[in-house]
């Protein structure tokens, strides 16, 4: 890890402040841990912290202890209008298969992985042109299973262009 070319520190400020509190959970090993991970900000030719709780004390903190320019990007949210309608399963279905029908490209989260298997087998069925992937962690298919998802969880960025329907479970969320 120390020899990374890019490294994101997500929640930096959380990963300073345990590795300096005395009964954390890192509790002997947190020198050596924030020794390690300076080393490798400082050895990286790219080192990204990002942290929604940043603050002033701990951006001097971050910069003291490394051997780099410590440069700071607020990025304001957005607030967007958002909008939820809860309807039933079958309308879902209903939307879904008008959104297939149109030739729009759909991601679909389903509540289970029988769910999204049930779905992806019948779309497959009226809609054999399309490319319909579905992932999810029964029988292993999940980014350990089938060829094809596994060629697309490779470079998702680039495989995502080719998949017309993209049905996932709770897997996607929990990391499984």
Known sequence: MQ??????????SRCYRECHRPRGTLKA??????????????????????????NTTDIQRLAAATNRLVTVWEIKEEPLPLAA???????????????????ERVMFACDSAT????????????????????????DGIDTTGTAKVGAILEDIN???????????SPVIESGV
């Not at 020899?3 to 994101?8: F, G, Q």
């Not at 080393?39 to 790219?46: E, F, G, L, P, Q």
């Not at 680039?158 to 996932?168: E, K, M, Q, R």
């Open 158 to 168: 680039t495989a995502i262009d080719d998949v017309d329907v993209l049905l996932t």
């Open 85 to 103: 309608t809860f309807v039933g399963w079958q309308r879902l279905l209903g939307n879904l298969e008008a959104a297939v029908e149109a030739g």
């Open 3 to 12: 020899d990374a070319n890019t490294v994101l520190v997500d929640e930096i």
């Open 115 to 138: 769910a999204a298997a049930t779905v992806a087998a019948a779309l497959r069925k009226r809609h054999p042109e399309k490319t319909i992937v579905d992932i999810q962690a029964a």
């Open 29 to 54: 090993s947190a020198r050596a841990t924030w020794e390690t991970l300076t080393r490798t900000i400082d050895n990286a030719k790219v080192a990204v912290g990002a942290d929604a709780d940043l």
